[in-house]
């Protein structure tokens, strides 16, 4: 499941919302120091990394399929890009001042995500960790999408609102845990949508005949445009 995403690399790269400024903002002022190195976990093609190297200091990107790491580093040449999992990379002495890991907190390994992030930041250090929720501006457009993806009775149960917050903090390892959310309307149209589709773990997980099926009955029912509703959860914790 680590590499689900290397098949789509560049559609991933083309289609994924960024992330908003403010997170970065939020990130440097929870640390309160000054930021020297930063790492981004399950980094993917860059979407989190294109905001870390606004910071002008190194930055280290972990990804674990090739694929999707060989974007990202042609994106950004300045960033030492480690293909590796990050259970089984071993961070350099010293730590980061921030680890990052957005989208991709599930992906680590429950059991050891928060000692692993913690021990890999410097003292004060700070993790963010940040995931976005993709909604629909227009109720009409989620019960539309909704009843296509669900029409065989495969859609994918939503998480709890809160659950990066409630994770961070049960794990008992961080001397401060914060959460902001907002909201960012972003218009895309039919085709993008459905690219952005194909770009998402549970609808690659289903067989190839399913996946064509939902793609045509979404071709049907949705207007050439359409508005996303995205949800940025930021989960700030402190070493």
């Known amino acids: 499941m ?44 860059g979407k989190a990394t294109e905001l870390l190297v606004r910071l002008g200091v190194p ?14 580093a042609a994106r950004f040449p300045q960033v030492a890009v480690v293909t ?26 429950e059991r050891t995500r928060n000692t692993r992030t913690r021990d890999a930041l410097a003292p004060g250090g700070v993790l963010a960790v940040f995931a976005h929720k993709y909604g629909y ?20 149960e939503a998480s709890s609102e809160h659950w990066l917050l409630e994770d961070v903090e049960a794990s008992g390892v961080w001397s401060g845990v914060d959460e902001r959310i907002w909201h960012t309307s972003v218009d895309y149209t039919r085709a993008d949508y ?3 589709l194909q770009t998402f773990s549970p609808f690659r997980r289903r067989p ?16 050439d445009k359409l508005t996303l509703d995205l949800t940025t959860t930021l989960v700030l914790a402190k070493a």
């Not at 000054?34 to 980094?43: I, M």
């Not at 972990?62 to 694929?67: M, N, Q």
């Not at 227009?138 to 909704?146: E, K, L, Q, T």
Request: aromatic fraction near 8%; charged fraction near 25%; include cysteine.
């Open 137 to 156: 501006a227009d109720p009409a457009v989620d019960r539309a999408i909704g009843a296509v993806l669900n029409a065989d009775g495969s859609m994918v």
């Open 208 to 223: 190839p005949e399913k996946q064509a099926a939902a793609l045509a009955g979404l071709r049907a029912v949705l207007d």
């Open 84 to 109: 590796s999992t990050f259970e089984e990379w071993t961070p350099p002495a010293g730590g980061f001042d921030l680890v990052t890991c957005g989208l991709a907190w599930h992906w680590l390994d």
């Open 2 to 45: 680590e590499e689900i995403f290397g098949e789509v690399a560049e559609l991933y790269d083309e289609v994924r919302p960024g992330y908003p400024d403010r997170l970065l903002d939020e990130a440097t002022r929870f640390h309160g120091g000054q930021v020297r190195a930063v790492a981004d976990l399950g980094a993917g093609t």
């Open 194 to 196: 459905l690219g952005l």
């Open 59 to 72: 930055v280290t990107a972990v990804e674990p399929d090739p694929r999707m790491a060989a974007v990202l």
